[in-house]
């Protein structure tokens, strides 16, 4: 496999996990802070709805999570293209 192979793949794997991890925080944000926040406002979560509770905190908190993930998946990523480099060489 050539460098610029090895790129694309890397980039490619790079796009992907953003697109989902994107999604995700847009589905927890915008589905469930917006779109289905009458259905949800039935759960009480702490006193409060829990459509609120997902427009206030749980989109930030989930926001939190995605920042962790992507930057563990990416160092994951790093090593092994990284690795795949030493070989090369």
């Given at each position: 496999?050539?460098?610029?192979e090895?790129?694309r793949?890397?980039?490619?794997?790079?796009?992907?996990?953003v697109?989902?991890?994107?999604?995700v925080?847009?589905?927890v944000?915008?589905?469930?802070?917006?779109?289905?926040?009458?259905?949800?406002?039935?759960?009480?979560?702490?006193g409060?709805?829990l459509?609120?509770?997902f427009a206030?905190?749980g989109?930030?908190?989930?926001?939190?999570?995605?920042?962790?993930?992507y930057?563990?998946?990416?160092?994951?990523?790093?090593?092994?293209?990284?690795?795949?480099?030493?070989?090369?060489?």
């Amino acid at each position: 496999m050539t460098k610029e192979e090895k790129q694309r793949r890397y980039w490619r794997s790079n796009l992907r996990l953003v697109a989902v991890l994107l999604s995700v925080w847009f589905v927890v944000s915008f589905g469930l802070g917006i779109l289905f926040v009458n259905p949800l406002n039935s759960i009480k979560v702490g006193g409060f709805p829990l459509g609120f509770w997902f427009a206030q905190q749980g989109s930030i908190f989930v926001f939190i999570v995605l920042v962790i993930v992507y930057a563990v998946r990416m160092a994951r990523l790093d090593d092994e293209y990284e690795n795949e480099k030493e070989t090369d060489a």
